[in-house]
């Protein structure tokens, strides 16, 4: 993509922010559509019907609420202080937003084929801890400052479990680039690494529980890491108003809820590419069987982005599901059953690996 | 352990169970009325905006007397003889011009007390609730079916009337005393 548009234009810098805009674009339409689908789906689950004036079924619910969001006053409270208060929700957002550079949507849309883009991706993702503290700090209030250390000491408890099962899809594929990774579990579904991944044979059989505990466990530290319900303690509407960017409003706060669904799609993406293809067909390409080479990155992008969906729909399900833990529940959860777990989880593949 | 494992299996287990309950509810259809397009049949004794059929309303004030709000204001001007106001529907005369009936609903508070003194059964309740406004003013209901100019033109009959009555009874006074001093 970079290298095609390097061509067209001749400059590095005008191709990489016509690069950039195709994840900005991924985050705006996920950050719209997510929001339209969290109504309607908690309206249903609750036996209601949700938004439907605006438009054709509500459809422009929420860019009505853009709108309104853009023309909203800047209001800040008065012994703010103002420098953190401002970088806060930009920082928050970087973080989310840096993620999607080594994400590859399909073989030919990737920001950057670095060679340790999983590396990359788990470390840049905790830039938006110190955003949410910053912003916590800085607004000044008893709630924004216990929503922004509830959510510190979760995104750094979660990290731990997220680590170690990253580690073991590591050992099996012995490759930290998404690409590769992506690339091993090509062709058809029974490559993936939830199924085993590619290598055919004893281990392969073997594995397969295995992937499937550590799916589950990936999933659940990914959703706490992202601050979705039942992990939300960081913003409990019902408890902390709405946590770390309660003294926040317009544009400012319409970043903090940009940066959460793009984290929703960026947390999806990961778990897709780890255990479910990331951007491969898992039923083979129509562009190879009908000999139409340009339609196989089309069809990738598709596939990456229906996964990525997948799982934003049963994040919202799951929202709309289970009740918030409380803090203590919460830590016990990562401390006391997701890490161990994970671990025996590693050393079983390890072992199962050696064989 | 062997409580540990049990906790594991029992959350997962739980979550599933709640999975399956909300995705049950997600094909249920919606319970949701669509308020102004689609409304519900109000309930029998419902209490709303109050109505005055002023054909039936012989001005008794009993119903004004008997709010806790005072929000209904009436004034009456007495009939003059040879006058005929028609009777009420369950068979009273009408002796008197109602030449102002007015029900201030911000103030009512829809106890329907007004409604059972009345002894035509004029006032009562109707199932119209929407009636907002943007001003106070006009939430103020003027039952009144005369105009002002014939309210001011009763008045001025019945002033004229109990003038004329006056007159007559103080020259048949004063009659009254001349034939005491031509007696006497
Ligand atoms: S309903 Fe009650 S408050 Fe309203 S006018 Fe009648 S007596 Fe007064
Ligand atoms: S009680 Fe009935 S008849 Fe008497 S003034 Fe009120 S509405 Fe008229």
């Known amino acids: 993509m970079y290298e095609y548009f390097y061509e067209l234009t001749g400059n590095t810098i005008l191709s990489t922010l016509i690069v950039a805009i195709f994840p900005l674009l991924n985050v705006l339409i996920v950050a719209l559509i997510g929001v339209y689908l969290e109504r309607k789906v908690s309206a249903r689950i609750q036996d209601r019907i949700g938004p439907n004036r605006t438009g054709p079924f509500g459809l422009f619910q929420t860019i009505a609420d853009f709108v309104k969001m853009l023309q909203k006053e800047d209001a800040t409270a008065k012994d703010i202080d103002s420098k953190l208060y401002n970088i806060a929700p930009v920082l928050v957002f970087t973080g989310s937003f840096a993620v999607y550079a080594a994400i590859p949507f399909s073989s030919k849309l990737i920001g950057s084929e670095v060679e340790v883009g999983l590396f990359y991706v788990i470390a840049i993702s905790s830039l938006v801890v110190g955003g949410i503290l910053m912003a916590g700090w800085a607004s000044n209030n008893k709630y924004s400052l216990l929503g922004a250390m509830r959510s510190a000491a979760q995104i750094i408890s979660y990290e731990i479990p997220t680590a170690i099962i990253v580690l073991s899809i590591v050992m099996i594929t012995g490759t930290l680039s998404l690409d590769k990774i992506s690339n091993m579990q090509t062709a058809y579904f029974w490559n993936w690494n939830i199924l085993g991944g590619a290598e055919f044979g004893l281990t392969k059989f073997l594995l397969i529980p295995f992937m499937i505990v550590g799916f589950i466990i990936i999933f659940i530290s990914t959703l706490a890491e992202v601050n979705r319900t039942p992990f939300d303690i960081p913003e409990a509407e019902s408890e902390l108003v709405a946590g770390y960017f309660t003294e926040y409003c317009g544009m400012k706060w319409a970043m903090f809820m940009l940066s959460e669904y793009g984290n929703m799609f960026a947390v999806s993406a990961i778990v897709s590419i780890l255990f479910f293809g990331g951007y491969h067909s898992p039923i083979g390409y129509l562009g190879n069987s009908l000999g139409i080479e340009w339609l196989i990155p089309f069809e990738q992008a598709f596939w990456f982005l229906a996964k990525g969906w997948t799982f934003i729909l049963i994040q919202i399900w799951l929202r709309w599901t289970l009740p918030r833990l409380r803090v203590d529940q919460l830590m016990s959860l990562c401390w006391k059953y997701l890490i161990p777990y994970a671990f025996v989880n590693l050393i079983v593949i390890g072992i199962i690996l050696l064989l | ?184």
């Open chain 2, 1 to 184: 352990m062997r409580e540990y494992f049990r906790n594991t299996w029992l959350g997962i287990y739980t979550v599933l169970v709640g999975m399956k309950i909300t995705f049950k509810h997600l094909f249920t259809p919606a319970v949701t009325i669509q308020y102004p397009e689609v409304k519900l049949k109000l309930p029998e004794r419902e209490r709303n905006r109050l109505y005055v059929n002023m054909d039936d309303c012989i001005g008794c004030d009993q119903c004004s007397r008997a709010c806790p709000v005072n929000c209904i204001e009436i004034e009456t001007v007495k009939s003059i003889p040879g006058e005929d106001l028609g009777v009420t529907s369950n068979g009273k005369k009408k002796a008197l011009w109602v030449t102002k009936f007015n029900i201030d609903f911000a103030k009512c508070c829809y106890c329907q007390l007004c409604v059972f003194p009345c002894p035509t059964e004029c006032i009562y309740m109707t199932d119209v609730f929407e009636f907002s406004e943007y001003n106070r003013n006009d939430l103020i209901y003027k039952f009144a079916t005369l105009t002002e100019e014939e309210a001011k033109e009763k008045r001025i009959n019945f002033e004229k009337f109990t003038a004329e009555k006056e007159a007559q009874k103080t020259a048949a006074a004063a009659k009254l005393k001349e034939d005491q001093k031509t007696a006497s």
